[in-house]
Structures are given as C-alpha cells and as structure tokens.
C-alpha cells in the first residue's frame, strides 16, 4: 500500500515540473513529453511508475521501448486470440491480457512513395468487411526519415469492443526485390481506451527503423 501512495506522490510531482506554466498541457505536449520519458527507460502506464527495455526484432532491423512488466504471447494463446492464420509474428501483452502489441513484416509490391496509399487501402478493407467498425483517426508523419502512416478504430472481439491503432512504415526498399514494411497493431478494451492512447501513440512515436536503405 506504501508503494502505491508513493507512487502516485512521485508521477504527480513529475506531471507538476512538466506543466509549462499553470495552463493545460496540449495533446502535442504530453505527446512530447511521454516520448521523452518512453527514451529514459520509465513512462506512467495506466497510474503506475513503469520500467521500459529496449528490444530488438527482425534481425535488428527494428528497435521498440516495450513495458519490462509485458512479456511475449505463448502460441497457443496467439491461435486462440488470432484466429485467422495472418496472426501477426511477434505479440507482446501486459499481465492482465488486456493491451497487446503485435508485429508483422510484410513483402509487398508498393514503393516508398505509397505508403499512405497502402495504409489507405488497409482502411477501405477494413470497413468494407465489417461496415460497423468506426476510424477514430487517420494520419502520418516522419520519425528521422521514415514515415510513418496510422489508423485508429473499434472492433468487436471475444473480451468486448476493443481500442486499436494500427501503424505501417517500411523496414527496407529496392527497386528490384519485394519491399518490406513493417505492420504494428496495438489494441486493448474500449474502456480503457483514453488511459493508455497517450501510450500507444508515444510507442508508435519512439519505434526506430534500423535496416532502411
């Protein structure tokens, strides 16, 4: 009980010396600030002080700040929760179940010039085989010099409506060979949705690409 009530005395004395002046901090800000706390290893997750590592996937050719306390789904878990044998190759999930991150690498055809294309085609599936489903939000941006291009909706699932962002950038490109891009789905209860939206975009923001020509 100590360790919690000290805690929450510590984060609020953080949020207190990150507040620039009496104001509300913009979404940009806390952006910006959470990216920068997910670099120093320790970010707030869901109320609690939370340790991050640094880990490496896809023959290092990319880099992700994952939660010390999540650990990777077992198989059989991810062919009971994934039913659909496209399951992505690497998921990661906190203790409770509730938030997973999964990771695919992808051949395609597309360019580096079409991203948003891909992604934009990724949407229009999405909502043409399940019309109920509802998109939050849609953008890109550059993290150095890879772009990367997002989408955030709802979905039903076995544990209740979910909370996803999906996010694509390419790992690699030629002109000659199939192009790598690299698909990451974040997602956890639609409950839970505003508690840990700050993180799923500041782990999307703080993803670093290791292997691209």
């Excluded at 998109?135 to 989408?151: K, L, M, P, R, W």
């Amino acid at each position: 009980m100590d360790k919690v009530y000290v805690d929450e005395k510590i984060i609020e004395i953080i949020r207190k010396n990150k507040e620039p002046g009496n104001g509300e901090e913009s979404w940009e800000e806390k952006l910006d600030y959470f990216i920068k706390d997910i670099k120093n290893l320790e970010i707030e997750l869901e109320g609690e002080l939370t340790e991050l590592e640094k880990i490496s996937l896809f023959d290092e050719g990319l880099s992700a700040y994952m939660p010390k306390s999540f650990s990777e789904m077992p198989e059989f878990m991810k062919k009971k929760k994934y039913l659909a044998e496209n399951r992505p190759q690497f998921i990661y999930h906190n203790k409770k179940k509730t938030v997973n991150i999964g990771f695919t690498l992808a051949e395609i055809d597309e360019g580096k010039d079409q991203l948003l294309v891909l992604r934009d085609g990724m949407k229009d599936a999405l909502v043409t085989v399940h019309p109920t489903t509802k998109i939050y939000d849609s953008g890109d941006f550059f993290n150095d010099e890879n772009q990367v291009a997002y989408y955030t909706f709802n979905n039903h699932a076995i544990g209740g409506q979910m909370f996803n962002l999906i996010f694509i950038t390419f790992l690699e490109w030629n002109t000659e060979e199939k192009n790598k891009v690299l698909v990451c789905s974040l997602n956890c209860l639609k409950k839970d949705m505003e508690k840990l939206k700050l993180f799923f975009y500041g782990f999307m923001n703080s993803v670093e690409v290791n292997s691209l020509d």
